[in-house]
């Protein structure tokens, strides 16, 4: 996941926007969906059989790489 966010093709400026938006969208959620961020993984992860949350997906590809995207 992390080679692919930092990818310099159209693939990876489609995950890095995908991804993007995917981490602000849950950040701005956690008070209506869930008090912790755990929780917000765990729902995805059990709900959506994702591999990932989207906060573990975020720590995967490094937050202070992200920020600076």
Same mark, same amino acid.
């Given at each position: 996941?992390?080679? @692919?966010? #930092?990818?310099?093709?159209? *693939? =990876?400026?489609?995950?890095? &926007?995908? @991804?993007? #938006?995917?981490?602000?969208? *849950? =950040?701005?959620?956690?008070? &209506?969906?869930?008090?912790?961020?755990?929780?917000?993984?765990?729902?995805?992860?059990?709900?959506?059989?994702?591999?990932?949350?989207?906060?573990?997906?975020?720590?995967?590809?490094?937050?202070?790489?992200?920020?600076?995207?």
């Amino acid at each position: 996941m992390k080679a @692919l966010f #930092n990818g310099k093709d159209e *693939a =990876a400026e489609f995950v890095r &926007e995908y @991804l993007c #938006n995917i981490f602000i969208y *849950a =950040a701005n959620r956690i008070p &209506e969906i869930c008090d912790t961020i755990l929780g917000i993984d765990n729902a995805m992860k059990w709900g959506y059989n994702h591999q990932l949350g989207p906060f573990e997906s975020w720590d995967a590809v490094r937050c202070a790489r992200f920020r600076s995207r």
